[in-house]
């Protein structure tokens, strides 16, 4: 079986640094996706992690511990436009993605 | 080139109607996934598709299926909705099935059932 953990709410100001974390228990990994989804749109790729360690991407990083199982994503300098679901994803033993209920960050002013 | 594309966008339905859902995946991809989100849940698997096989298959009942086509074209179909059905109904493709893939998405296919 898998399970995913992240939290489901968090808020935060303009340029602030937000870190969204997700734990999580498969049988079997094969790397861990971050997707953004903004209210009524689609998911969109944000970053892939397969190995241990931090993957930087402009404003967006995100980390990975497979003996952890665990991983965040790390926004900087945040933008009223952060806001939106963002949706931790594992990729079990090259089945499809399995989805954690996703955090809702609210960026305010 | 085009993204994934879902048809219809929104649609309602009656209790014990059935309905089909069209996915078209991105030119090239022929890994087709479907996802039921609704608010309480998340993004729940529902089936995904690989060269016209079900390769894998979420906890959801018998009334829900899907098929692929040769041209990685993918319906699924719900028969007997009931309430709880309503849901956003996503597909997403790739290019292999799995890995480091990264999947696109459509913009979803909104069901209400009344």
């Known amino acids: 079986g898998q399970n995913i953990d992240q939290p489901t709410e968090m808020t935060a100001t303009e340029g602030a640094i937000v870190q969204i974390n997700c734990t999580y228990q498969t049988s079997g990994f094969n790397g861990l996706f971050w997707y953004q989804q903004h209210a009524g749109e689609a998911p969109t790729f944000l970053s892939y992690?397969?190995?241990?360690g931090l993957e930087e991407k402009g404003r967006f990083s995100s980390f990975l511990s497979r003996s952890k199982g665990y991983s965040y994503l790390l926004l900087k300098e945040l933008q009223m436009k952060d806001s939106a679901s963002y949706l931790c994803?594992?990729?079990?033993?090259?089945?499809?993605?399995?989805f954690g209920k996703g955090t809702t960050l609210s960026v305010s002013s | 080139k085009a993204g994934v594309t879902q048809t219809p966008r929104y649609l309602i339905k009656t209790r014990g109607q059935q309905v089909t859902l069209s996915c078209s995946p991105i030119?090239?991809?022929?890994?087709v996934s479907w996802y039921q989100q609704t608010p309480g849940q998340g993004l729940q698997f529902l089936f995904e598709y690989f060269s016209e096989t079900q390769r894998n298959k979420g906890n959801f009942p018998g009334r829900f299926s899907g098929r692929q086509f040769s041209n990685s074209r993918s319906e699924m179909n719900v028969s007997t909705l009931e309430l709880g059905d309503s849901a956003l109904y996503l597909c997403a493709s790739s290019l292999p099935a799995g890995g480091e893939a990264e999947a696109f998405f459509g913009q979803g296919t909104r069901l209400t059932v009344v």
């Open positions: 030119s090239g991809h022929r890994s």
């Open positions: 992690n397969v190995l241990d």
């Open positions: 994803a594992v990729n079990q033993a090259g089945t499809a993605l399995i």
